[in-house]
RNA sequence: GCGCCUGUAGCUCAGUGGAUUAGAGCACCGGACUUCGGAUCCGGGUGUCGGGGGUUCGAAUCCCUCCAGGCGCGCCA
């Protein structure tokens, strides 16, 4: 990356500046090369030479100054200047453009990769939504986000499995109840009459579930009380059912799990009993009140957390620390990241003190909370609760405005942003979504590429690069050049939002450029040529970002 | 009460590894092609960057404090 090839250079000029080895090593790690946001600034800057004018008690200007004279000739650098306070700019040659996308062309699919996570292991579990329904939209933002990171993770050498946990265990509270209402509802459509639970499951889709068992069973299961064990077999028999809609559901948004782990099985194999009986032994957990309690107070934890309830029953950090048990030692990731949603929020601390009481390195491990989604619909807020029913289900936004818009929509913010969904304007105006803008200059570009095909002009010339040299032309070489660093960094800030603004951007320099710049003209097959290459290259570049999103690169619209 | 997130243009939001003159989309108004797709392009912005204080040569960005909105604080998950 050309931002190396400069840092790399201002490394070489600091080294005469510096007299012990602590500022050495404080000037490599902080050499950052910067885009400045007027183009009369140069092509890049660094702010180096103010961060070394405390340390080095000197002028920065002066710092700057004697950066430039030191700095070695590269074939590429036009002309260094020192400016304002200190900033060192460079000037590049055009021609660092045109090598960038003579490696974008030599790349292809691969142009935005990296080497920077080394093969590192990591794995990410996403939208975990409970197996008590569809997914619906209110808990669906952590998919395409969760998506799109570990694509990310992966254009960046990260060895990447996705996984998501099924709340399939005997602790999920919920299960059981969503167990409760379908036996509910399977009895009074066999014509009995059974008090819904209090808190119960209301949703439509929960009597869609007892019809199934009505089909598949009829009257067998009419006769089972209506306890905790009736609950339990319910719950139980409909888990497939659920799970194969959530997989369905996920595969609708364009996402495909490595692995669906059930947490019922953690108890099944005796998975659980055995880290609570480990933690017992080392300490790290005790009895009292006839419950066993984890030390997680000691790390942090507000206070110390319960692992098995007086009635015997294990909790659901029971659960998660035997899956945190499998995950770090037995599968032997070297990195786990949580993303969840935000009513997970108050759970970090103790799951991350339960990590620590398990003895792991709690560097390894990350949590993302995405913020909450909420949807407006005639002006209106929605009130969306699972419980009372009253859901919109992503299939349905899906069939409303597109898998594709709803990924770049849900995409298009930080997690750390509260998100407005206006359903009437996805709606309306979902011809008007950026994601169209974006696609439609990739379709542009194919259907010059196309055309290109046809002609008979550009049989032996060769696409001479150096010919780009028109401001349009340069602008949107520089997104190209500019790619490989912001996958980068979207990678390293875990902030896929950035993918859609760069690809808004991109799309722009790219519409921008077709308006201006005639690419096939039989008076001029040279230009033809090169510009050809430029389209080639930066139909490769919005393909690949749109793939990183999940989001198809359509040749015709 | 405690904790976290958010507060930037009419609306929805980027920018928050300090750094030279704060951006984009939508909406609104006005323009543009006899050739590769008009789902396009060009022009139009006087913003208390929530308020106040602090650090700094320099703060939307870092620190403190206050205000507002959202969410979370169980032997529920």
Known sequence: MIQDRLANLLREACLPLLSDRQHVEEALCEIRIETPGNPEHGDFACNIAMQLAGPLGANPRQIAQKLVDNLPADPL?????????????????????????????????????????????????????????????????????????????????????????????????????????????????????????????????????????????????????????????FSGLLRDNVIEQLRDDCTAMGIEFDVWFSEKKLHAEGLVEEQIDRLLASGAAYEKDDAVWLRTGEHGDEEDRVLVRSDGAPTYIASDIAYAANKFYTRGFDRVIYIWGPDHFGYVPRMKAALAAMGIDIERAEFIIYQTVRFLEGGEPLSLSK?????VTIRELIQDIGRDAV???????????????????????????????????????????????????????DGDLSLLIHPDELALLRKLADYPAEVLRAAQERAPHRLPHFARELAQAVHQFYTNCRVLDRDDPALSCARLRLVAGSRIVLANILELMGITAPERM
Request: glycine letters at 10%; proline letters at 4%; one cysteine or more.
């Open 77 to 233: 650098v036009e002309r260094v200047e020192v400016a304002g306070p200190g900033f060192v700019n460079f000037y590049l040659s055009p021609g660092w453009l045109h090598d960038a996308l003579a490696q974008c062309l030599e790349q292809g699919e691969n142009y935005g990769c990296s080497d920077f996570g080394d093969g590192e292991k990591v794995q990410i579990e996403f939208v975990g939504a409970g197996p008590v329904g569809p997914i619906h939209i209110g808990n669906a933002r952590g998919g395409p986000f969760g998506d799109t990171l570990a694509n990310l993770l992966e254009a960046t050498d990260h060895e990447v499995e996705r996984e998501y946990y099924i709340n399939d265990g005997p602790t999920n509270t919920q299960f059981q109840l969503f167990g409760a209402s379908v036996q509910a509802r399977y009895r009074e459509l066999l014509g009995e009459k059974l008090d819904f639970p209090e808190q119960g499951y209301q949703g439509e889709y929960v009597v869609e579930f007892a019809q199934q068992l009505v089909n598949q069973y009829g009257t067998q299961y009419r006769d089972v009380p209506a306890d905790a064990d009736g609950a339990s077999l």
């Open 387 to 391: 419980r009372r029913g009253d859901i």
């Open 407 to 461: 990924r770049f929509f849900f995409l298009m913010r930080s997690v750390d942003a509260h998100l407005d969904f206006d359903l009437d304007l996805a709606r309306q105006q979902s011809a008007e979504n950026p994601v169209y803008y974006v696609q439609y200059a990739h379709t542009r570009l194919c259907s010059i590429l196309r055309e290109a095909e046809t002609v008979d002009y550009l049989g032996e010339v």
